[in-house]
């Protein structure tokens, strides 16, 4: 019997769904570029209100959602903190230095940095020293594995980021998996942080689009930014109406992408290093034992077997659960990448 392909590689490959397709075919628009598309509009009003802010803002992507607001926050020249491997600093293409002409200092280990180190890598007032300027945290934290900041943390580190005057921003591409995961309302997610930024085409499984999301004034200054990097989009209701259909019927379901993941890390574990207490949502990451192949081997051999994954190091690699893969599709993940390492 042949399988359908399973692709564990990343919660951004799911395909609409028949009742997503449905509501984008029948989605009320206008020209956003104007403000007069009323499905833009209401999924803006409606991701403004979950995270508890004044206002929110649909964009393409989600680098651009968080280029746009390392732009509003800093100066050419400020520094930014930021936890390691985070998604604004590794795979945007650099974006930071080339848009805002900033530079990163890079906190902690693993994607998380407590309050401690943040006080440790404030630049001394000093003309050697590029002026520190704003601190990103990234919830859940994609390269560290899916991980879910602790609260305590996070207020900790908005404390001292507001002691030292430092603005913030919330990469919360994920924030609705560190919610379905704690139980813990996006809001309560977000409160504190100058903007945050939500993805819709990642477990939520819409084709496109994320909000950056935050008082009235710094949306208005984004709204310009978004103008100026060439992302104002024209009857983008056709796109907002997948977002909308996503938020309404998708979210409650990310609780079956972690109970999965988790049964995958725990079929993994029987050959490969996979730190089970680090599995907090979507994300598996597991390390390669002596006597298996390097990860890219591991990558060409599983795909042959019809199962696709990222490799993240030389011996390390990344499974992501979601929409398009269940219970038995993972069982199969792990079983094929269990065989492909003999
Ligand atoms: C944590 C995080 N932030 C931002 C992004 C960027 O999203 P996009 O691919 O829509 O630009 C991603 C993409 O995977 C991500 O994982």
């Not at 050697?128 to 602790?150: K, Y």
Request: with cysteine; charged share 20%; aromatic share 2%.
């Amino acid at each position: 019997m042949s399988h359908a392909v399973v692709d564990l590689r990343s919660d951004t490959v799911t395909r609409p769904t028949s009742a997503m397709r449905d509501a984008m075919a029948h989605a009320e628009v206008g020209d956003d570029v104007y403000g007069e598309d009323p499905t833009v509009n209401r999924l803006q009003a409606t991701v403004a209100d979950l995270l508890g802010v004044e206002a929110a803002l649909y964009v393409p992507s989600g680098s651009m959602a968080n280029q746009i607001a390392i732009k509003i926050h800093t100066q050419p020249g400020d520094d930014v903190l930021i936890g390691e491997g985070s998604h604004n600093w590794l795979y945007e293409s650099g974006a930071a230095a080339v848009i805002s002409g900033v530079q990163f200092t890079i906190c902690g280990e693993g994607g998380l940095y407590d309050a401690d180190q943040l006080h440790a890598a404030i630049k001394p007032d000093n003309h050697h020293f590029a002026p520190t300027r704003l601190a990103c945290v990234e919830n859940t934290h994609n390269r560290g594995g899916g991980r879910i900041w602790p609260r305590a943390q996070v207020a900790a580190l908005l404390e001292a980021a507001a002691t030292h005057r430092l603005a913030t921003h919330l990469d919360g591409a994920r924030l609705w998996n560190a919610s379905a995961a704690t139980g813990v309302p996006v809001d309560e997610l977000a409160r504190g942080f100058g903007t945050v930024s939500v993805c819709l085409s990642k477990g939520l499984g819409a084709p496109v689009g994320s909000l950056l999301c935050g008082p009235r004034d710094l949306i208005h200054r984004a709204h310009r930014m978004r103008k100026l990097l060439g992302g104002g989009m024209r009857q983008a209701g056709i796109l907002a109406a997948a977002g909308l259909h996503a938020l309404a019927h998708h979210r409650t379901r990310l609780v079956e992408d972690h109970a999965n993941a988790r049964h995958l890390a725990e079929r993994l574990a029987t050959g490969l290093h996979v730190d089970l207490a680090s599995v907090e949502s979507n994300i598996v990451l597991a390390d390669l034992p002596d006597g298996a192949p390097g990860a890219d081997e591991l990558v060409t051999r599983a795909r042959a077997r019809g199962v696709l994954v990222n490799a993240i190091g030389p011996r390390r690699i990344r499974l992501v659960t979601h929409l398009d893969v269940d219970r038995t599709a993972c069982e199969r993940g792990a079983d094929e990448l269990l065989a492909a390492c003999g």
